[in-house]
């Protein structure tokens, strides 16, 4: 059969979500599969050396449009080629495409339903109208969570059958410990020691909750002397409304404790994972939430959200109403004094302390079996296949 694939996020020259998504899922089908043949779209800022290990089953196509890629480059593509399926790694359909074409699409969140005002306005309009629109006429919907699937059955009405559940996956080449000489000489690139710091990774963006993050470890080095030892690190791109973010550690007078290392490259993120004390990822909204796994793989500690997919992905499992598991430590995101209950857990001093950090570790390591970008590839090729 002949696959057609929207590439235009795959090559981005600095991937976060739905770009490292789209990414790793394109290299673990081409190892994978020798039958199928690939049509690849791509915007024309891509890099040539990045498609030239590409199997001979996976063509490059070009699209020249430099507004409305999709609604009308990728459209147009549908109907000069002849697909058997469209397969969209990211939300959004052409709305106009080759009548009777089988399209699979993969949602990774509604965080512009639930966290409209954290949206731009024309992003939360293209994706209110699109999603409900697109979603129930596309054949297949790829989501990345159970509690994304939840969200799509109560809030946009769309069929329990409709929707797969595939996980993503991680790099498990380069997200492993990093350890002793290795380690400090990795970190001395960004002025810090090992265990001397607690880590943020993602968009600077308020859906990430870092306001109310600076605000628990302002309260922490408030009580004491014994916090004051260590830095809150905060690893991410600029994003939208995120000013007021910048300006907390100066406000709060911890502007000394707190540093923001803006985009990092994704081979330094193992070493930032190995030496922190522990990730802290209190985001408001997640439909899956990479860097745990990340962080898991790198023998991290994680302190993560008790809502939307960070349980699930952190290796929790629902049962009836209540959460069981120990693949991270649970907070109330909302909450500030539940994010200082959270981080006081994991600080390195005492017996009780190592018990927990070890068992978070021990648990972490287990629970990223569970994943893998080849395991993602082989159930979204079946999907693909099977529509």
């Given at each position: 059969?002949?696959?057609?694939?929207?590439?235009?996020?795959?090559?981005?020259?600095?991937?976060?979500?739905?770009?490292?998504?789209?990414?790793?899922?394109?290299?673990?089908?081409?190892?994978?599969?020798?039958?199928?043949?690939?049509?690849?779209?791509?915007?024309?800022?891509?890099?040539?050396?990045?498609?030239?290990?590409?199997?001979?089953n996976f063509k490059f196509q070009i699209s020249n449009f430099k507004f409305l890629w999709t609604q009308a480059g990728l459209a147009?593509?549908?109907?000069?080629?002849?697909?058997?399926?469209?397969?969209?790694?990211?939300?959004?359909?052409?709305?106009?495409?080759?009548?009777?074409?089988?399209?699979?699409?993969?949602?990774?969140?509604?965080?512009?339903?639930?966290l409209s005002s954290m949206h731009q306005f024309k992003q939360r309009l293209y994706l209110s109208i699109m999603q409900r629109y697109?979603?129930?006429?596309?054949?297949?919907?790829?989501?990345?969570?159970?509690?994304?699937?939840?969200?799509?059955?109560?809030?946009?009405g769309i069929e329990p059958d409709k929707i797969a559940v595939i996980y993503e996956g991680y790099d498990k080449e380069l997200f492993?410990?990093?350890?002793?000489?290795?380690?400090?000489?990795?970190?001395?690139?960004?002025?810090?020691?090992?265990?001397?710091?607690?880590?943020?990774?993602?968009?600077?963006?308020?859906?990430?909750?870092?306001?109310?993050?600076?605000?628990?470890?302002?309260?922490?080095?408030?009580?004491?002397?014994?916090?004051?030892?260590?830095?809150?690190?905060?690893?991410?791109?600029?994003?939208?409304?995120?000013?007021?973010?910048?300006?907390?550690?100066?406000?709060?007078?911890?502007?000394?404790?707190?540093?923001?290392?803006?985009?990092?490259?994704?081979?330094?993120?193992?070493?930032?994972?190995?030496?922190?004390?522990?990730?802290?990822?209190?985001?408001?909204?997640?439909?899956?939430?990479?860097?745990?796994?990340?962080?898991?793989?790198?023998?991290?500690?994680?302190?993560?959200?008790?809502?939307?997919?960070?349980?699930?992905?952190?290796?929790?499992?629902?049962?009836?109403?209540?959460?069981?598991?120990?693949?991270?430590?649970?907070?109330?995101?909302?909450?500030?004094?539940?994010?200082?209950?959270?981080?006081?857990?994991?600080?390195?001093?005492?017996?009780?302390?190592?018990?927990?950090?070890?068992?978070?570790?021990?648990?972490?390591?287990?629970?990223?079996?569970?994943?893998?970008?080849?395991?993602?590839?082989?159930?979204?090729?079946?999907?693909?296949?099977?529509?």
């Amino acid at each position: 059969m002949v696959i057609g694939f929207d590439g235009s996020r795959s090559f981005a020259s600095r991937r976060t979500g739905t770009e490292n998504y789209s990414y790793q899922l394109l290299k673990a089908l081409a190892k994978i599969d020798e039958v199928n043949q690939y049509i690849v779209y791509l915007r024309p800022d891509f890099r040539q050396k990045d498609i030239q290990e590409f199997p001979n089953n996976f063509k490059f196509q070009i699209s020249n449009f430099k507004f409305l890629w999709t609604q009308a480059g990728l459209a147009l593509q549908t109907f000069k080629d002849k697909l058997d399926v469209l397969f969209v790694p990211a939300h959004t359909l052409p709305v106009i495409r080759k009548p009777g074409l089988k399209t699979v699409v993969t949602v990774h969140d509604l965080g512009s339903e639930y966290l409209s005002s954290m949206h731009q306005f024309k992003q939360r309009l293209y994706l209110s109208i699109m999603q409900r629109y697109q979603l129930k006429t596309a054949t297949k919907i790829i989501v990345v969570s159970k509690a994304t699937k939840d969200d799509l059955i109560k809030r946009v009405g769309i069929e329990p059958d409709k929707i797969a559940v595939i996980y993503e996956g991680y790099d498990k080449e380069l997200f492993k410990p990093i350890k002793d000489e290795a380690l400090v000489n990795s970190l001395i690139h960004y002025d810090l020691q090992p265990k001397t710091y607690y880590l943020f990774v993602g968009t600077v963006h308020p859906r990430k909750n870092l306001k109310r993050l600076i605000q628990a470890f302002a309260n922490l080095v408030s009580k004491g002397d014994t916090f004051r030892a260590y830095n809150l690190v905060i690893v991410g791109a600029k994003g939208w409304l995120s000013d007021e973010i910048y300006q907390m550690p100066k406000k709060l007078g911890i502007e000394e404790k707190v540093k923001f290392l803006g985009y990092v490259p994704e081979e330094d993120l193992p070493a930032l994972y190995s030496g922190t004390i522990a990730l802290v990822f209190p985001s408001l909204f997640e439909g899956f939430g990479l860097p745990i796994l990340e962080a898991q793989a790198c023998g991290c500690p994680v302190i993560t959200s008790n809502l939307s997919a960070m349980p699930e992905v952190a290796g929790y499992v629902r049962v009836n109403r209540n959460v069981a598991g120990k693949g991270a430590i649970l907070v109330d995101p909302y909450d500030v004094e539940d994010i200082v209950r959270g981080i006081r857990e994991t600080l390195p001093a005492g017996r009780q302390v190592r018990g927990i950090r070890e068992k978070l570790i021990k648990a972490g390591f287990g629970n990223i079996k569970k994943f893998s970008w080849e395991k993602t590839a082989r159930e979204t090729l079946a999907i693909l296949e099977s529509v």
